[in-house]
């Protein structure tokens, strides 16, 4: 399975508050990072969590973010970052 974005890519997380379990922190909802790997295709897991069997598959990317990004008082090193893996139906090109 190919993905929607390639490693380089910039990307948005989406920033939604769905009612139903999801592995997005809150922190990095709506920020833009860039895709550092593709990690492969799995089960969603808002369907998963509630018995389902997590079809369609999507894509699960490695987003790399700024600290300083998400936390704008951040002042430990300017250069520090996350990453976190983000999958593709929670992103969008940015």
Same mark, same amino acid.
């Given at each position: 399975? /190919? +993905?929607?974005?390639?490693? $380089?890519?910039? %990307?948005?997380?989406?920033?939604?508050d769905?009612?139903?379990? =999801?592995?997005?922190?809150? *922190?990095?909802r @709506? =920020?833009v $990072? %860039? %895709?550092?790997? !593709?990690? @492969?295709?799995? @089960?969603?897991?808002? !369907? !998963?969590? *509630? $018995? +389902?069997? @997590?079809?369609?598959?999507?894509? !699960?990317?490695?987003? =790399? &973010?700024?600290?300083?990004?998400l936390?704008?008082?951040?002042?430990?090193?300017? #250069?520090? #970052?996350l990453?976190?893996?983000?999958?593709? =139906?929670? &992103?969008?090109? /940015?």
């Open positions: 399975m /190919s +993905g929607r974005f390639k490693v $380089g890519d910039r %990307v948005r997380i989406d920033d939604r769905p009612p139903v379990h =999801h592995r997005v922190p809150r *922190y990095v @709506g =920020h $990072g %860039v %895709v550092e790997r !593709l990690c @492969g295709a799995f @089960g969603q897991p808002e !369907l !998963l969590a *509630y $018995g +389902g069997d @997590g079809e369609p598959a999507q894509m !699960l990317y490695r987003v =790399h &973010l700024k600290q300083t990004d936390w704008p008082d951040y002042a430990e090193n300017p #250069t520090d #970052t990453e976190i893996e983000i999958f593709e =139906h929670w &992103l969008s090109p /940015s």
